[in-house]
């Protein structure tokens, strides 16, 4: 059979990757420059541009009305505080969930057009996505939140004020049901899934990604309004390590569920249960606390991680080489 001179030779096959999360980033386009448009559509185009326009008008009410000025150095936590800006905490909170709309349409655009895969890729190496494991995580991490706020009114009661009002109360904890999947589970399908696979098939590795992910966890939270309050130095472990350990127990789980579980139910509990005033979400919760305490924040959200990890290894029975393999 005659064969065309001008065709291209058929590509080499790939050797099968050690870990399937990263294997199963192998489908569909995966060229170097795909990555790059794409981070650029969902983090400039969904998230910083079109996700902002509800809170940019926002900003120009407040502004408008004296609340706040767009000149002010503090305008981001101000800005989403409901009594500095005069309006309804649930209103606040939708409007500061629209920008993780925005951003996981985007997401969803580029993986299936630009990359043209599955979406399910970018989120687990299975068939489907494993609720079982999703459950187990969501379900640990809640009993460690409820503990860890019984040991802190403890240790502290008049940091903690009682602000429960049913009505507005209800109103937050459907709407946190309703946008904080969205918002959670954004960070962890483009951070831990998209970015992840992007690097992890480029290195052929787990372990770059988990280093690179981890920080860009942190930087990204950079913006939220407590570090302006704390300082980067007391708030970047607060970050650093969430995002260290979740990209971990990506690479060791091969797929997103646990992360997805851990993180949203770590959101829901700040966003019903307690806040404090610094809090980049704001919404009618049952407590408020006065002031944070990051170092003892931290030591504890670091122990509490080591005990989710370990639960999950046995549970899960996860390989350690995983890792790095």
């Given at each position: ?89 649930n209103l606040v909170f939708v409007v500061s969930m629209f920008i993780f709309v925005a ?75 309703l946008l904080l999947p969205i918002q959670t589970w954004w960070e962890e399908f483009f ?135």
């Open positions: 059979m005659d064969t065309n001179p001008f065709d291209a030779p058929p590509p080499a096959p790939s050797e099968p990757l050690h870990n399937r999360f990263l294997e199963a980033g192998r489908e569909g386009k995966n060229e170097w420059w795909r990555y790059l448009i794409g981070i650029l559509i969902v983090f400039l185009a969904g998230y910083s541009i079109v996700g902002q326009i509800p809170l940019l008008a926002m900003a120009l009410y407040g502004h408008k009305q004296g609340y706040i000025s767009i000149y002010d150095e503090d305008i981001a936590s101000k800005l989403l505080n409901p009594r500095i800006m005069h309006l309804d905490p951003a996981m349409f985007a997401l969803w655009i580029t993986v299936r057009f630009l990359h043209k895969k599955r979406f399910l890729s970018i989120i687990t190496s299975g068939p489907r996505i494993r609720w079982n494991r999703f459950l187990l995580s969501a379900g640990i991490w809640l009993i460690l939140s409820a503990a860890g706020l019984y040991v802190s009114m403890q240790m502290d009661p008049d940091n903690f004020v009682f602000v429960f009002n049913p009505v507005p109360f209800f109103i937050t904890v459907i709407l946190a049901l951070i831990r899934g998209y970015i992840f696979q992007g690097i992890g098939l480029a290195t052929k590795t787990p372990a770059i990604p988990i280093l690179i992910t981890a920080t860009l966890f942190g930087i990204v939270h950079m913006m939220n309004p407590e570090v302006a309050k704390y300082g980067v130095a007391s708030m970047l472990p607060a970050y650093l390590a969430p995002g260290l350990f979740l990209a971990m127990m990506v690479a060791l789980d091969e797929g997103l569920e646990s992360a997805m579980g851990m993180h949203l139910v770590n959101n829901l509990f700040g966003t019903v249960a307690v806040t404090s005033s610094s809090s980049a979400i704001q919404a009618n919760t049952i407590w408020v606390a006065k002031e944070m305490d990051p170092a003892t924040d931290n030591i504890g959200l670091i122990g509490s991680f080591l005990i989710l990890m370990l639960i999950l290894g046995i549970v899960n029975k996860w390989d350690i080489k995983k890792l790095y393999r």
